[in-house]
C-alpha cells in the first residue's frame, strides 16, 4: 500500500528524527525541497523525485532536473517508500510541548491539520466565527470560542438583545435603555436604567437651570434646589429696573410704528375705493358700449359689391369696417402655340406651326380699412384676411396703426372705383389680395 500518496507534504527542517540518517540515505526531493512524496525514480541519473514533482517536469518536456538528461523514465521507488515510511519522528509540534513521536507515516493523522477536532492537542486551528482571524492550539480553542473570542454570540444581561460580544459591549451597551446608569450630577439617585434618565434630570435638585429672571439680563443658572434662594437676591431688582426702562422705550417705539402702520391703512382704503370706484365705471362703459352696438367681434365675412361690414377687433376693441372692392377689368392678349397639341389629338405628324391668337380677362381685388372709434385705450391686435385657404395680412405693424384718425362712419361705402389708382381717403387702409 502507497500510504504516502496524498499524504501531506513535510519540510526537512520542520521535522524532527529520533535517530539520525545515514549520509548516504537522500529523503528530500530536489525539486520541492520537502520530503519525498510518493518517491519515484528516474532511469537517467537514479535520483529520487516526489510523484507528482517529476511528472510535472515531464508533462513540460524538461530534461532531469539532476542531470539534464533529456531521454529518461521515472518508477515509483517502493524501497525508497518503505524507508520513509519507517522514518521515526517527533511532532511537529515539540517545541510547544507536544510529546508524540512515532512513524512519519503516521504524523499526519496525528496532526490533522486545519481540523477542529485532532490528536495532537498543540496544532493551531482557526477560530469557528467567521470574522474572528485568531489561530488557538486545540487545548485553548474551546475556552477562545466560549470566553475569549470577540465574535461569539452574546446577549445583553439587561435587555436580551442578541449580538456579538464586541457589537453588544461596543457599540449596545451605550444605547440600551436597560442599562444601568448614575446621575451625571451625582446626586442621591446613583442607580437608575438609562430609559429613565431624562425624567430624572428634569426632577434632579442638583440639575442646574435657568434663572426666573432669564428674561432680564439673569445669566445665572442656579441648582434646582438654590432657585427660591437665588431668585431673592436683591440684584434682581436693578435687573428688572433696567429691562422695564427698555420695555417702556420699545413700546412707545412700538406706538409710533403702529401709528405709521395705521396711517398707511388708511391710505389703502382710499386707494380700494378708489379703484372700486374706477371698475365699477370701467365695467359700466363696457357693458353700455357692448349692448349700444350692434356690431360683430372678429371674424366676419366680406364679400365683393356689398357695403362696408363694421365690427369690433375684440371685447373692448376697435370700432372699424371693412369692404371688398374689384379694380377694373383689363383685358390680355397674347399669342399661344398649339400646334403639338392638335397634331397630338390626331396621331399626325405636324407639317408647320399652329399659332392662335387669345385674350384673357383679368382684375384685381382690394380690401379697405377704415377705424371709426376707439372707446378704450387697448392695444390694436394683427388682423388677417383668409383667401382660398391662405391667410392674408391685412394689419401687422400695430405701433402704426395706433395712429390712425378715426373716420366717418359711411366712409367706405362713399368710395366709387374707376380705375385701380383709385386714391382713398386720408386714413383709409388699402391692400391688394
Not at 37 to 60: M, Q, W, Y
Not at 296 to 313: K, N, Q, R, W
Not at 362 to 390: C, G, Q, R, T
Amino acid at each position: 500500500m502507497e500510504w504516502l500518496v496524498g499524504m501531506a507534504q513535510f519540510s526537512k527542517k520542520k521535522v524532527s528524527l529520533v535517530k539520525e540518517l545515514p549520509e548516504h540515505v537522500e529523503i528530500e526531493c530536489p525539486v520541492c525541497l520537502n520530503i519525498l512524496t510518493d518517491p519515484h525514480l528516474v532511469s537517467c541519473c537514479g535520483h529520487n523525485f516526489c510523484g507528482s514533482c517529476i511528472e510535472r517536469v515531464k508533462a513540460s518536456n524538461e530534461s532531469c532536473p539532476m542531470c539534464k538528461e533529456k531521454e529518461y523514465q521515472s518508477f515509483v521507488d517502493k524501497k525508497c517508500s518503505r524507508i520513509i515510511n519507517g522514518l521515526e519522528v517527533y511532532c511537529s509540534n515539540k517545541d510547544k510541548g507536544c510529546q508524540w513521536k512515532g512513524e512519519l507515516k503516521n504524523m499526519s493523522t496525528h496532526l490533522n491539520k486545519e481540523k477542529r477536532e485532532g490528536e495532537c492537542q498543540h496544532e493551531e486551528v482557526k477560530c469557528q466565527y467567521v470574522k474572528c482571524q485568531e489561530r488557538k492550539q486545540r487545548r485553548y480553542l474551546k475556552d477562545h470560542e466560549d470566553k475569549e473570542c470577540p465574535h461569539r454570540p452574546f446577549q445583553c444581561q439587561y435587555c436580551r438583545s442578541e449580538g456579538t460580544f464586541l457589537s453588544i459591549t461596543k457599540d449596545h451597551y451605550e444605547e440600551c435603555r436597560q442599562y444601568p446608569v448614575t446621575c451625571p450630577n451625582k446626586c442621591v439617585s446613583t442607580n437608575m436604567l438609562r430609559g429613565s434618565l431624562t425624567a430624572h434630570i428634569n426632577e434632579c435638585p442638583l440639575e442646574p437651570v435657568d434663572c426666573v429672571f432669564s428674561w432680564a439680563g439673569c445669566n445665572d443658572k442656579p441648582l434646582r434646589k438654590d432657585v427660591h434662594v437665588h431668585t431673592a437676591d436683591t440684584k434682581h431688582m436693578t435687573l428688572l429696573a433696567v429691562a422695564c426702562g427698555q420695555l417702556k422705550k420699545e413700546n412707545e417705539q412700538m406706538k409710533v410704528e403702529n401709528a405709521k402702520i395705521k396711517e398707511e391703512n388708511e391710505k389703502m382704503k382710499e386707494e380700494i375705493e378708489k379703484l372700486k370706484i374706477e371698475d365699477a365705471r370701467f365695467n359700466y362703459r363696457v357693458h353700455s358700449a357692448l349692448a349700444d352696438d350692434p356690431y360683430p367681434l372678429l371674424p366676419i365675412d366680406v364679400t365683393e359689391g356689398s357695403e362696408a361690414v363694421h365690427f369690433y377687433t375684440g371685447v373692448c376693441g376697435w370700432h372699424m369696417s371693412a369692404r371688398m372692392m374689384r379694380g377694373d377689368v383689363k383685358h390680355i392678349t397674347e399669342k399661344v402655340d398649339v400646334t403639338s397639341r392638335r397634331h397630338k389629338a390626331r396621331s399626325v405628324a405636324p407639317k408647320g406651326r399652329t399659332i392662335e391668337t387669345r385674350t384673357r380677362r383679368y382684375a384685381e381685388f382690394f380690401i379697405l380699412l377704415a377705424v371709426h372709434e376707439v372707446k378704450f385705450k387697448s392695444k390694436l391686435s394683427k388682423i388677417f384676411a383668409k383667401l382660398k385657404d391662405k391667410d392674408i395680412p391685412l394689419i401687422v405693424d400695430t405701433e402704426a396703426a395706433d395712429n390712425q384718425l378715426e373716420l366717418p362712419h359711411d366712409i367706405l361705402n362713399g368710395i366709387e372705383w374707376s380705375d385701380d389708382d383709385t386714391t382713398v381717403p386720408e386714413g383709409v387702409i388699402k391692400i391688394n389680395i
